[in-house]
């Protein structure tokens, strides 16, 4: 088992911080992934926020009606490894090019993914 600490995400439009409504879950709770687990409030909205991963409850860190900052940590997680591993692990790198750039080195059996754009914000282009 691995322990995540789950911080309250930056909900938008500036906020800065949310109020804790209540708790859908308890500590020692079973949760799957995007199960919602807790209900808080900030100046604009009532927002559910949902688990971030499948595991169990550890621990609850800020009671029913207490005021959180973002970023601060809001729950704790204990994950399987393997969940833990598969979130650390890199995705497959975006690749900034254009449709007819991706035909082009599809046809040349270029890889995109080892060559460095040259064009606006990194993107690949005919040259590169």
Sequence with gaps: MAERVFAL???GEGLEEATVNAWLVK?????SLNQPIVEVETAKATVEIPS?????????HAPAGET?????????F??????????????PATVAATPA???????LGVELAGIAGSGPDGRITHED
């Design 27 to 31: 500590e020692g709770d079973p949760v």
């Design 78 to 91: 204990d994950v399987q490894d393997d969940d833990a591993a598969v979130e650390e692990e890199a995705g």
């Design 9 to 11: 995400p930056d909900l």
């Design 101 to 107: 750039v991706r035909h082009r080195a599809r046809e």
């Design 68 to 76: 959180v900052r973002v970023g601060a940590p809001l729950v704790t």
């Design 52 to 60: 971030p991963f499948a595991g169990t409850i550890a621990r609850l």
